[in-house]
């Protein structure tokens, strides 16, 4: 178990960086992405310093101390807004493609 999820947690990491990598080169894409990359590259950050606790009550001191939680609320958050823009994107390209 240890090991499989340290490994998701990189697997994740380098999939965010490869996102982001991806993301247009707008103010907006970059600021939205730039926060994206943070959060998503400290998962694996965080659960390696827990992984590392010196027994099993300072693993589970670290795994809650909230660092996860704001992490997932980011990460919830980014995709929202990131969806919210898919959205309006293409409904501003079907409104384009019928008044033409």
């Known amino acids: ?11 994740f990491a380098l999939r965010v960086v490869r996102l982001y ?11 939205l992405g730039k926060q ?4 998503g590259t400290s998962v694996g ?6 992984s590392r606790a ?3 009550a300072e693993f589970v001191s670290k795994i809650e101390s909230g660092r996860f939680e704001d992490v997932n609320g980011e990460a919830k958050e980014l ?6 823009s898919v959205k309006t994107a293409k409904q501003n390209a079907s409104r384009s493609a019928r008044v033409l």
Not at 3 to 11: A, C, F, I, S, V
């Open 1 to 11: 178990m240890t090991n499989d999820l340290g490994e998701r947690t990189k697997k």
């Open 21 to 31: 990598t991806s993301l247009p080169k707008t103010t907006v894409a970059q600021v």
């Open 36 to 39: 994206l990359l943070r959060s």
């Open 45 to 50: 950050a965080h659960y390696r310093e827990a």
């Open 54 to 56: 010196r027994s099993r």
């Open 79 to 84: 995709l929202a807004i990131l969806v919210a």
